[in-house]
T-cell receptor, first 113, second 115 residues
Framework: DVKVTQSSRYLVKRTGEKVFLECVQD?????MFWYRQDPGLGLRLIYF???????EKGDIPEGYSVSREKKERFSLILESASTNQTSMYLC????????????FGNGTRLTVT | AQKVTQAQTEISVVEKEDVTLDCVYE???????LFWYKQPPSGELVFLIR??????QNEISGRYSWNFQKSTSSFNFTITASQVVDSAVYFC????????????FGKGTRLHILP
């Protein structure tokens, strides 16, 4: 079974802090994704990565950056956390095949105070 | 433009009732895949089914069944004899061959199965 692991289940950070959300997958998947989930808005794509050191902006990249130095790890960075970034963050991975389903981690619920 | 619409925001049914979750999609691509995911209270989205645009056969898996109709651009999901464990948020999603990065999700339907 594919395992996608997000380092924290719950995080509480202060406004202005730099926040790192980590995601690791163990199936050598090329593609990795970061989504945020908010009530009534569903899942919105923040960033995705085709492969190591490759990244593309999704629908809502403002205020975020990403890093993919190794194939198994995809980090989401909030350069200066703001209260409107309080949300559930979901990481996902899949092989480089468009018909493959996404494999999700169990999410990180981030609260920015 | 690509779009996935799940018009039902929230549904409540009594255990053992049948329930259908609607999904309507828009795409200009002729080659695409549709997916359903389940998100239980634990939070992790779990893949349920995938259907490609060239295969309109309905599928049944235990109490779950899916009805894909290209004529109405719909991919509906039915749970027969619902159980409390079916309570979750269900997402429909679209993946197009020409934009394999762009997986479009609906906003989800929250399903409550009442004992």
């Amino acid at each position: 079974d594919v395992k996608v692991t997000q380092s924290s289940r719950y995080l509480v950070k202060r406004t202005g802090e730099k926040v790192f959300l980590e995601c690791v997958q163990d199936m050598d998947h090329e593609n990795m994704f970061w989504y945020r989930q908010d009530p009534g808005l569903g899942l919105r794509l923040i960033y995705f990565s085709y492969d190591v050191k490759m990244k593309e902006k999704g629908d809502i990249p403002e205020g975020y950056s990403v890093s993919r130095e190794k194939k198994e790890r995809f980090s989401l960075i909030l350069e200066s956390a703001s209260t409107n970034q309080t949300s559930m963050y979901l990481c996902a991975s899949r092989p480089q095949v468009f018909d493959s389903p996404l494999h999700f981690g169990n999410g990180t619920r981030l609260t920015v105070t | 433009a690509q779009k996935v619409t799940q018009a039902q925001t929230e549904i409540s049914v009594v255990e053992k009732e049948d329930v259908t979750l609607d999904c309507v999609y828009e795409t200009r691509d002729t080659t695409y895949y549709l997916f359903w995911y389940k998100q239980p209270p634990s939070g992790e989205l779990v893949f349920l089914i995938r259907r490609n645009s060239f295969d309109e056969q309905n599928e049944i898996s235990g109490r779950y069944s899916w009805n894909f109709q290209k004529s109405t651009s719909s991919f509906n999901f039915t749970i027969t004899a619902s159980q409390v464990v079916d309570s979750a948020v269900y997402f429909c999603a679209l993946s197009e061959a020409r934009r394999d990065d762009k997986i479009i999700f609906g906003k989800g339907t929250r399903l409550h199965i009442l004992p």
